[in-house]
Structures are given as structure tokens and as C-alpha cells.
């Protein structure tokens, strides 16, 4: 057995010139265990320990959350080269459709055409990257029940950067969270980097990496396989 520190976690290591066999999926941590150091990575504030890349098994499913504005859709767009699901995409998709209706009228369209996606692309089995929309801990919880039903792990990738940069975040693409929701999505981001800080994965997660915008940009891919 050997430590894989990029997946942080332990794999099976198959002998040399010996054929490899199914790696079981890692145990997930029940709520408020403890967890191994390898488990969480925190990128934060270490410009020499940024990585180029952040790779998972095969068949995981990798959860991309920050808060409006901190930059997941960029990041998801430049780095994953596997299938992906972002939520802004299927809302452009409808606001294509519907040109000059406000956005807040079909709302609820794009996030159930949103959340539909999702559950087809959970039950492909593929290897996927999704935008968790709004740090709704209820999505995590229930992407990660999709992937234990298939032998897989629910990965985590929480985006750190401060109020002022994801409000500029929403300034520069011309779309802005209402204030009350912008104030929910700041407590439970909050709430999430100190779960993740203290060591306590949140219910379902195998791991979890912390990145502030510079080591957000130091990434060129996030994906799967060796």
C-alpha cells in the first residue's frame, strides 16, 4: 500500500508485471469524525505548495463549492477535462430560450433542469465535476449517497476567497446575489471551511482540498485516473 498524496488518500499499489485488481472505494467519515491529515489539503496561503493538477479515482464525483462570484464556474471551465455539470451553463442555456424574460421568473426551470442533469449524470456512473450551487449542504448529501451507490467517493474542492472578491466576482459577469441570499451563502460557506479546517469532513465526503484564489489559478486540471 502506498499514501497517493495528490488523491489523498491510500490506493492499492499492484506489483510489477502483475495484473491490478479493483480498488474498494475509500470509507466515507461518518459526521463530526475525525479524519486523517491526508484526507484535507490546504492550499491556502502557500504559493509553494501549489499543485498543477488535483486528480481522483475514476468514477468519483467531485464537488466544486464557494461561495456566488468566487470563481467556480472559471475554474471548472479551465481546469476539468472530464464531463461536468455547472449549473450557469444550463442557465444560459435557458436564457437562450427565453431572451429578455428575467431571469428570476424561470428560475426554478434552470435549477431543476439543474438538478436533473445531475441525477443522469450520477447514474451514467461517469467520472464528474459538479458546481455546487450555493453551498447547500443537502446537494452534498445527496451526491454523495449517488456515489456510494456505485462503489465511488464524494471528493470536495471549497473555494476560500474573501466577501469583497466574490461580490466583484459577481460585478464583473453582470449578475448579482441578493443581498439576504448572498448573507446565507457566507454563513454557510463560513461554516463549511471551519468543518473542514477542524478536520470533520462534512456527512459523506471522503476528502476535501481548501484553495484561495491563487492556488485556484495555479491549477491547469482537475480529473481522473492515474
Known sequence: MTVDHER??????PAPGGAGRAVPAPRTPEANEA?????????????ERSVPELLFDPGDVVVVSGLP?????????????????????????????????PYALYRPLTRTAH??????????????VVHDCGTQAWVRHWLGRGARRRGRALRLIVLDVPADTALAGQASRGR???????ARHRGAARRLIAQVEAGRLPTGCASAVLLDRDAASALRRIGFGQ
Open 8 to 13: 489523498g488518500r491510500v490506493r492499492e499499489v
Open 35 to 47: 479524519v486523517t491529515d491526508e484526507a484535507v489539503r490546504d492550499l491556502r496561503g502557500r504559493p
Open 69 to 101: 462570484g468566487s470563481g467556480k464556474t472559471t475554474l471548472m471551465r479551465r481546469a476539468v477535462t472530464d464531463r461536468r455539470i455547472d449549473s450557469q451553463d444550463t442557465r444560459l442555456a435557458w436564457q437562450r430560450r427565453l431572451p429578455g424574460i
Open 115 to 128: 438538478f436533473v442533469r445531475t441525477w443522469w449524470a450520477l447514474r451514467s456512473g461517469d467520472s464528474l
Open 176 to 182: 448579482w446575489v441578493s443581498r439576504y441570499a448572498f
